[in-house]
Every structure is written in structure tokens, then in C-alpha cells.
């Protein structure tokens, strides 16, 4: 069975994240969702996965700067595990701990 590519991965990942209410934001250099909750964004470079936490009003886009790689291969991560990880790590980041 042929691998998946970063590219096919990344598109299945923002199509399930905008199925369950993420605001995505395709065809940029950094592709990017921001949670329902308004809580964390979750940011694809061309093979790597990284989040970072939102504070208040402060933008996708903006919080780039701070975010984290989160560590998983965007090929074999299901769109509620990507969720559940970026959850848990900017929890973690919000409180110091990550």
C-alpha cells in the first residue's frame, strides 16, 4: 500500500478539522486551524505538525511565533488524535509545563 503524502495528509486533516467546527485556512504558506473554543491553533508546515495556545482575542496567525512542533507524523494521525495532542500540549504550554 502506497504512503500517504504530507500533502494529501495535510489536506484530510484541515477537511476533518472544519467537519468537527475548526475555522481552517488553506492555500497559505502555513496552512492553520483554530479551534471552536477559540483555544488553540494548529499549524502545517510542508511535513511537520506544530501548535500553539490563544490567549484571548490574539489571531491564528499571530501565535505562530510561539508555536510548538507537536511531534506526530500528519500521515498516520487521525483527525481525533491531532485534536486530543493539541489539546492536552497547549493545556500544558498555557500552564508553564510544556
Known sequence: MAT????AARA???RGLADKGW???SGLKVDHARSPEG???VYFKSQSVHFAP???TESAS???????SLFVDPRSIS???LIETAKRCAARAGDGVG
Not at 500517504?4 to 500533502?7: E, P, Q, S
Not at 499571530?62 to 510548538?68: C, I, M
Open 12 to 14: 484530510m486533516l484541515l
Open 62 to 68: 499571530a501565535a505562530f511565533r510561539n508555536a510548538h
Open 4 to 7: 500517504m503524502t504530507f500533502k
Open 54 to 56: 490563544l490567549r484571548g
Open 79 to 81: 483527525v481525533g488524535e
Open 23 to 25: 475555522v481552517c485556512s
Open 39 to 41: 483555544d488553540v491553533a
